[in-house]
Antibody, heavy 119, light 110 residues
Framework: EVQLLESGGGLVQPGGSLRLSCAAS????????LSWVRQAPGKGLEWVSA????????YYAHSVRGRFTISRDNSRNTLYLQMNSLSAEDTAMYYC????????????WGQGTLVTVSS | QSALTQPPSASGSPGQSVTISCTGT?????????VSWYQQHPGKAPKLMIY???KRPSGVPDRFSGSKSGNTASLTVSGLQAEDEADYYC??????????FGGGTYLTVL
């Protein structure tokens, strides 16, 4: 059974940093691209960043480019999102999702981890 | 890149059919056959319902179907059931390694 389990969310002050993790199981981790997708409270979904199976291809949405860094450790079956210079607009549930951006869909999603940026 | 346009709400009675639209541009929906649809119940993660315009993942009832014409994609739910009440989001590959979502449609089963 495919499972994605996010962690690392919490309350952070504006300008602060946070690192999210997504632990995967139930599939051959290195064979799949992964993405982070976020959802602000009461709002729609927004794709944030994607990384290829071996970490060589990385993409970011304009809204986070230069502030967020996606990475993965295939030996630990874990995906990461380092978030810096956070602002209130980054407050959202952050989901880890499996799939390729270039094919336009994600077939499995984690349950999400909530990031709140507030003073 | 702008979000895809969906109606904020849709509704139908049990057993009826309802169609939700998703309008983009020739740079996303119209340019690629990479439109997908997700169902999200309150407090839950999104679930893939349709991918590559018309394909259904294993386990998704055939009451759910997708189509596309020009820059507009559609999700049709036939034989509405109470458990279909949820938010539905479309998404499309937008070129240049970018993916764009619609604003979401809340489907009410009357």
């Amino acid at each position: 059974e495919v499972q994605l389990l996010e962690s690392g969310g919490g309350l952070v002050q504006p300008g602060g940093s946070l690192r999210l993790s997504c632990a995967a199981s139930g599939f051959t981790f290195r064979d799949y691209a992964l993405s982070w997708v976020r959802q602000a409270p009461g709002k729609g979904l927004e794709w944030v960043s994607a990384i290829g199976g071996n970490g060589d291809t990385i993409y970011y949405a304009h809204s986070v480019r230069g502030r967020f860094t996606i990475s993965r450790d295939n030996s630990r079956n874990t995906l990461y999102l380092q978030m810096n210079s956070l602002s209130a607009e980054d407050t959202a549930m952050y989901y880890c999702a499996r799939g390729w951006v270039s094919r336009g869909y994600f077939d499995f999603w984690g349950q999400g981890t909530l990031v709140t940026v507030s003073s | 890149q702008s979000a895809l346009t969906q109606p904020p709400s849709a509704s139908g009675s049990p057993g009826q059919s309802v169609t939700i639209s998703c309008t983009g541009t020739s740079s996303d929906v119209g340019g690629y056959n990479y439109v997908s649809w997700y169902q999200q119940h309150p407090g839950k993660a999104p679930k893939l319902m349709i991918y590559e315009v018309t394909k259904r993942p294993s386990g998704v009832p055939d009451r759910f179907s997708g189509s596309k014409s020009g820059n507009t994609a559609s999700l049709t739910v036939s034989g509405l059931q109470a458990e279909d009440e949820a938010d539905y989001y479309c998404s499309s590959y937008g070129g240049s390694n970018n993916l764009v979502f619609g604003g979401g449609t809340y489907l009410t089963v009357l």
